[in-house]
């Protein structure tokens, strides 16, 4: 099976304060609060308050039944650029070998608004195209906004 490397990003407006937003998703293992479907996002190794080289387990269920249960690794987190990158160690999901993220919240043009922007790099193996990969993450991050706003605004 053939594969190659590459990046992809993508991006939405959340429509919440800049501030807000990187204190909800800067928790490392409260990933569950704020990925709609996530059914759990818990500490595996690492100290409680989250440092570079915490890992968390992520379970969420699929729609065969199944679930889906995968570990990553914090590897840096910035809070003066109001980001995080992490990376799978382990999973029992196809097509996410060598996967590495960054989560960043970044000023919109829009008082009050923030951009929430997801930089991935992976290896891109047999049946899984760049395009349909990034619109599979532009969906999802998009539910991501939208879950995000509902969630500040019943706070």
């Known amino acids: 099976m053939a594969s190659s490397k590459w990046q992809g990003s993508v991006e939405s407006n959340v429509m919440a304060p800049l501030e807000v937003v990187w204190k909800i998703t800067r928790d490392f293992y ?3 609060k704020w990925f709609p479907g996530m059914k759990s996002s818990e500490r595996v190794e690492g ?7 915490s890992v968390r387990r992520c379970i969420r269920p699929l729609h065969d039944g ?3 249960c995968v570990l990553e690794e914090l590897i840096s987190q910035d809070d003066s650029n109001h980001s995080y990158t992490y990376r799978i160690t382990e999973t029992n ?3 996410f070998n060598g996967y590495q993220a960054t ?3 970044c000023e919109a043009k829009e008082q009050d608004n923030c951009l929430l922007k997801w930089s991935f790099e992976m290896d891109l193996t047999d049946g899984h ?3 349909d990969t990034e619109a599979l993450f532009s969906s999802i991050l ?3 906004a939208k879950h995000l706003e509902q969630l ?3 706070q």
């Open 152 to 154: 500040i605004s019943s």
């Open 47 to 53: 100290a409680p308050e989250q440092g570079v080289g």
């Open 103 to 105: 989560i960043q919240v």
């Open 66 to 68: 199944t679930e889906s």
């Open 30 to 32: 409260g990933l569950h």
């Open 129 to 131: 195209s760049k395009e």
């Open 142 to 144: 998009t539910g991501i």
């Open 93 to 95: 999901i196809p097509g």
